[in-house]
């Protein structure tokens, strides 16, 4: 543990919400089971094993005598979150307050975080740099001027939908099964200013009529759960994903495929796609966060690029 208390000891509270320490990576032995998040003003530690009252209080102190160092006049906000295999997550206020409603920020832009219920808090910190890339591609893309149309799939909370349109895309449709949790995404669109979103809370794979009717697509957005039961199971239903990419492209039109899937390297992803859908071209893959670093990649979030030829005709 001494590793996470020797960066709570040095930490700088950020204004954008962001991970603080990344145990998860095991780059530092005996911590692999700890994380620490900023979702300013709170901060959320989270233990995938259990901590005892001893090492909870030893955590505490660090934090209420760093937070003092750093002369913040209001009091220290901080959560834990204690997750098993198979069991729900337990999560406690170990101190103060967290803001009803709260919001959070990253790179500008506003999103609804909820740190005391559930294990996703609103925003998955380890996709800033994927949003970043999307905001670079629509801002740099050859056809801004007209507008972009972006399919963004197992949505979430949306968030990849308001960096688009903030980056000036014209129209993005957001799909996923969980309707409360698109609900927050259209809060984080209002909080944002920003039109030109759809939200469609249904099973993908029972709506490829009403996505095909919204496309083609410049770029089509997808990051669906590693493994969720009902749902969505990687290894059998990504396939079924890529078959659909080269008609739901445009000519020379891209596709973000984002997995985090610790026992699933990225040699999966690349020879389905080579077998599914060859007329697809990797372009790369897009850094994690260097926070978010690990002592081996593979077992790390795998965001690719991928590209459709190019039309010989002129695009309408």
Known sequence: MQALLDTIAQFQMPTDACRIFHGRGGRYPGCEHLVLDAFPPVLVLTSFQPLDEVQLATIGQALETRWAQLGNTQALSWVFQMRQPGAKAETRLMSGSVPEPHTVTEAGLQYRAHVLRGQNHGIFLDMAQGRQWVRAHIENHPEHRHGLKVLNLFAYTCAFSV????????????????????????????????TGASFLAHDIFSSWGKITRGGPYHLIIIDPPSYQKGSFVATKDYAKLMRRLPDLLRPGGHVLLCLNAPELNTAFLQDQMAEIAPELQFVE????????????????????????????????
């Open 163 to 194: 960096v688009a349109l903030d980056a000036g895309a014209r129209q993005v449709l957001n799909m996923d099964m969980a309707q409360g949790a698109l609900a927050t995404g259209q809060q984080n669109h209002q909080l944002n200013g920003l």
């Open 285 to 316: 893959r897009v850094a994690n966060p260097a926070v978010f670093a690990d002592v081996d990649e593979e077992r790390s979030l795998k965001v690719l690029v991928y590209r459709a030829p190019p039309s010989t005709a002129a695009a309408d």
